[in-house]
């Protein structure tokens, strides 16, 4: 395999994961620990035997590969020197993270559809709630999402959006140590604060560190050059993965014990 072919491989290989299979299953297990009993109950009824939401957390990746239809719901193309979501101009048809979160949402809520619909739209629901609080599913810089800038990351050729998928996270502590840490930010006072606002403003709150953080981080290189990041990008990225991954957590938790008691 030429080196061509294996650099567009790794460009484009990763362009399905979202936070990575970690980075869901951080998200969804933040969640888990903060369900109600009720909700717990009726997750229980609409998965399968032997199913949890934390190994399902990346399926809705999964099903991409055919059901292509479902790749423009897992982000929102806000253009970066925007102030902000506009639903007209960034979902107009309706095709977008924000719009297909409110769809699941509604899904999951209502009793009256078939066991395998809500199963559905509940596991699209974990995993798209979870991309919206990656930084780079919210922002645009003419770009996709940071997909089409060639960087070098930590000797590795990449792109930022990749990075912010993955390459972040795989950079730092292994996931249980991660998820402790995580939950352990969630005090009662960021509970209560996390829990507020609409879905449009979660993905605002997404677009700024995508233009604070992620895309402020890039460096400027001349001609051909590729930018090359290593621990300083890596340093500066960290705790805004982890507040979002734990954001996304709380949030997740309380869409999923909306209705119960």
Same mark, same amino acid.
């Given at each position: 395999m030429s080196r061509t072919v294996v650099l567009a491989w790794i460009l484009s290989a990763r362009l399905l994961l979202g936070w990575g299979v970690e980075g869901h299953r951080l998200?969804? #297990?933040?969640? &888990?620990?903060?369900? *109600?009993? @009720? $909700?717990?109950?009726?997750?229980? #009824?609409?998965? &399968?035997?032997?199913? *949890?939401? @934390? $190994?399902?957390?990346?399926?809705?990746?999964d099903v991409r590969t055919y059901r292509k239809e479902t790749d423009p719901w897992h982000y929102v193309d806000i253009p970066l020197d925007s102030t902000g979501f506009d639903r007209k101009r960034d979902c107009p048809r309706g095709e977008c993270i924000v719009a297909k979160i409110a769809e699941f949402r509604s899904q999951w809520r209502n009793p009256a559809l078939s066991d395998s619909k809500r199963r559905e739209a509940l596991l699209f629901l974990i995993h798209l709630v979870g991309d919206l609080h990656?930084?780079?599913?919210?922002?645009?810089?003419?770009?996709?999402?940071?997909?089409d800038v060639h960087v070098v990351f930590?000797?590795?050729?990449?792109?930022?959006?990749?990075?912010?998928?993955?390459?972040?996270?795989?950079?730092?502590?292994?996931?249980?140590?991660l998820f402790t840490a995580m939950r352990a930010m969630i005090t009662s006072q960021r509970e209560a604060q996390w829990s507020r606002g609409t879905v449009e403003d979660w993905a605002n709150e997404s677009f700024h560190v995508a233009g604070s953080v992620a895309y402020a981080g890039l460096p400027q290189v001349s001609g051909s050059q590729p930018m090359r990041l290593g621990e300083a990008y890596q340093l500066a990225a960290e705790p805004a993965v982890r507040e979002q991954i734990a954001k996304a957590g709380v949030r997740l938790a309380m869409i999923l014990n909306e209705g119960t008691r």
């Open positions: 998200a969804v #297990r933040i969640a &888990g620990g903060m369900l *109600s009993p @009720a $909700a717990r109950l009726e997750i229980g #009824r609409t998965l &399968g035997p032997g199913e *949890s939401l @934390a $190994a399902l957390a990346s399926w809705a990746d990656q930084p780079l599913h919210c922002a645009n810089n003419h770009d996709k999402g940071g997909n930590f000797h590795r050729p990449t792109n930022p959006h990749a990075i912010w998928d993955y390459g972040i996270l795989d950079h730092m502590p292994p996931e249980d140590q």
